[in-house]
């Protein structure tokens, strides 16, 4: 028997309902991230990968909502149904999260220091020298040197690097079960990035923390996760253990973004794109989503919504190939190409 | 006795220049007050009229001290126009009164109703700014309809009705006045910078760390719309200054006998041909704090650019 997960989420809907329609940014994703567990969600820009992370905090705001019969369960409190109040006591205790832009994410008007030691005081009485001495212990373990004196710069004082630390810093405070990081290294140069990876796969090895990490960059996924989601117009498409998802991509989306990684030492021309954009979440394509952009599809992908299909052990794939596998040997321009070239 | 009286005030603006000197260029930890303050020192213009409106406080603060005459009281009838002298440094006025130390306790008059009234201004412009902008919707649009009626209406105009229907003011209600049709402006203000700063990913990230609404408001958005309040309001307080002189000058702000620059002016102009001085100094004390104010405030605003974060 497996043990019940950190986190489960089941049939997550998030929809937004403005004037010109109602967007499906998250419709029907379910997964679930164990104890200690590092889990990637891929995708590209505007698939939902966002969207999931801030609906599993609620902080979706108007005109979003989580629609009725998503499940969302944190250590077995189902979090859709709690008050505002204990919501918020959810937040940077049981979840936490980081963001993509660490120079916007820090009040510039305070010292790093007194934004860490603000964390804790949200939630407990503590006194202000004592949760000052635990945000400069926090900025020695996100790797600042010399906290003591750090802990008095301004955001402006630090680099990219040290800043995304002093964020990571503010999550961890409160010990978190799970740390929800959204894009953590896309402003942040390689070597940096390298470096901020290493943190939190360290700081995981360290606590019992899971850690989520959505990312467009499949290369962060190989590197910090053991199990990755992929996502595509709202929905999970593949997933699977990271070793596998490498060596077998099942979903013509996930060979897409592997095709298109750059790699050093191979010699192309160009980068290899996926053709055609993601589509809108106010009128998401008929059967498969991805038929448009796809190099297999046939008239069964048009009409018919794929279900996750089961292909190997914890690997899930959202592809009629599954069935049909010998329409893999036949690849052709997939139809928005061909749109493309047309115009 | 005078001299000595002028060499403390002398000395003590002095001492405050250098602490403020030292404060700016110590040692230690760079805060953001310091970057600040180095960044102002280096505009001249905005030094000298910090300066200036130093000195012109100070000289109000301690004007009981400085007067050389009671400023209410009719030194001789015979004395009435009389000319600048040594004794009397800048004339008297119409009724034999002492323009010097009615210019002194005029211009602490006026610069108290300045202070006081743009405080009520920027306090009451910077929460209904913020509550609107925070709330934002359809309380936002509501609440800031209301305030583009309100600019629409020339404040000058709206102080003149106010100040006839209800003449003559006090003090204290002139003070509410010109606190209470002063925040418009602020209000526009504070709410377009809470509509950007509330769309940071700090707000984000602070909800995402279980802050409360109210947390968010004191310590992330108000902290970052200080700074243009501030020039908002350095800026008001010259506006303020002008509006309560105009007020007076039209005899329907400070009443006789109690001097304002206002009203100093006011009473001397029927003899600006032949008895100048009366109106001249307050005049030009009126002018320095005005343009003063508006420098310190542009300076401020240079020093304060939120995009110049880097020393």
């Known amino acids: 028997m497996t043990p019940r997960p950190l986190l489960s989420v089941e049939e997550l809907r998030t929809y937004f309902r403005t004037s010109a329609g109602v967007a499906r940014a998250v419709d029907g994703v379910s997964f679930s991230i164990a104890a200690n567990e590092s889990v990637g969600v891929v995708g590209e820009s505007g698939c939902g990968k966002s969207v999931t992370s ?7 705001q108007r005109p979003g909502t989580i629609e009725p019969g998503s499940k969302i369960e944190l250590e077995g409190t189902d979090l859709l149904s709690l008050d505002d109040e204990s ?7 049981r979840i936490a999260m980081i963001f993509q832009e660490p120079m916007t994410a820090l009040n510039p008007v305070f010292t790093i220091g007194a934004q860490l030691a603000e964390v804790p005081r949200v939630h407990e009485h503590i006194t202000r020298r004592d949760a000052w001495a635990r945000a400069v212990e926090m900025l020695g373990t996100v790797g600042i040197p010399d906290p003591a004196e750090r802990a008095h710069s301004y955001p402006h004082q630090l680099s990219g690097g040290m800043r995304q630390r002093v964020m990571i810093g503010m999550a961890l405070m409160l010990s978190p079960a799970l740390l929800i990081a959204d894009e953590p290294t896309t402003a942040l140069d390689v070597t940096i990035q390298a470096q901020i990876l290493e943190l939190l796969a360290e700081l995981r090895a360290r606590t019992a923390m899971s850690v989520l990490l959505i990312t467009h960059d499949l290369g962060v996924v190989a590197e910090s996760t053991s199990r990755v989601i ?5 929905e999970i498409v593949e997933q699977a253990g990271v070793r596998e998802l490498f060596a077998q991509p099942h979903h013509p989306y996930t060979e897409g973004l592997m095709a298109a990684m750059p790699r050093a030492g191979t010699k192309r021309e160009r980068l290899t794109v996926i053709p055609g954009a993601v589509p809108s979440p106010y009128e998401w394509p ?22 996750l299909y089961e292909i190997g052990v914890g ?14 040997a036949t690849p052709h321009l997939p139809l928005a190409a061909r749109a493309g070239a047309g115009a | 006795m005078l001299a000595i009286r002028w060499l403390c005030a002398a000395a003590l603006i002095a001492a405050l220049c250098a602490a403020l000197r030292r404060f700016a260029h110590g040692s230690g930890r760079t805060s953001r007050a310091r970057v600040v303050l180095a960044r102002y020192a280096s505009h001249p213009s905005a030094v000298i009229a910090l300066v200036a409106l130093i000195v012109l406080y100070v000289v109000s603060a301690f004007s009981p001290w400085l007067a050389t005459h009671d400023p209410i009281e009719i030194l001789a009838q015979a004395l009435a126009n009389h000319p600048p002298s040594r004794e009397l440094l800048f004339g008297t006025d119409f009724a034999g009164r002492d323009v010097f130390s009615r210019v002194l306790y005029g211009t602490r008059i006026s610069l108290s109703v300045a202070l006081l009234a743009t405080s009520i201004s920027v306090v009451l412009g910077t929460a209904y700014g913020a509550t609107a902008g925070f709330i934002g919707g359809t309380l936002d649009t509501v609440m800031m309809r209301l305030v583009d009626a309100f600019l629409s209406i020339p404040r000058i105009v709206l102080l003149i009705a106010i100040g006839t229907l209800w003449a003559p003011l006090s003090i204290t209600s002139l003070i509410l006045i010109l606190g209470l049709t002063a925040w418009f ?17 700090m707000v984000a990230a602070a909800r995402a760390l279980g802050a409360r609404d109210l947390a968010i408001v004191r310590r992330h958005l108000l902290p970052n719309v200080l700074s243009p309040v501030i020039v908002a309001a350095t800026l008001g307080v010259a506006g303020v200054i002008v509006n309560e002189a105009a007020l007076s000058f039209l005899g329907i702000g400070i009443p006789d006998p109690t001097p304002s620059l206002g009203n100093i002016i006011h009473d001397g102009t029927p003899y600006l041909a032949t008895a100048w001085w009366v109106a001249l100094f307050p005049g030009i004390v009126l002018v ?10 542009d300076g401020l605003r240079d020093a304060m650019d939120p995009r110049q974060v880097d020393r």
């Open chain 1, 54 to 60: 801030l609906s599993l905090l609620r902080l979706i």
């Open chain 1, 87 to 93: 919501m918020r006591r959810i937040r940077g205790n």
């Open chain 1, 230 to 234: 992929v996502m595509y117009a709202g």
């Open chain 1, 286 to 307: 008929s059967g498969c989503r991805f038929h448009e952009r796809c190099p297999y599809a046939w008239e069964r992908c048009e009409r018919e919504h794929p279900p």
């Open chain 1, 315 to 328: 690997h899930v794939s959202r592809c009629h190939l599954a069935v049909e596998p010998e329409r893999r």
């Open chain 2, 185 to 201: 402006g602020t209000s526009r203000l504070v709410r377009a910078e809470v509509l950007s700063l509330k769309e940071r990913e």
């Open chain 2, 288 to 297: 320095i704090t005005a343009l003063a104010c508006n420098l310190a405030g």
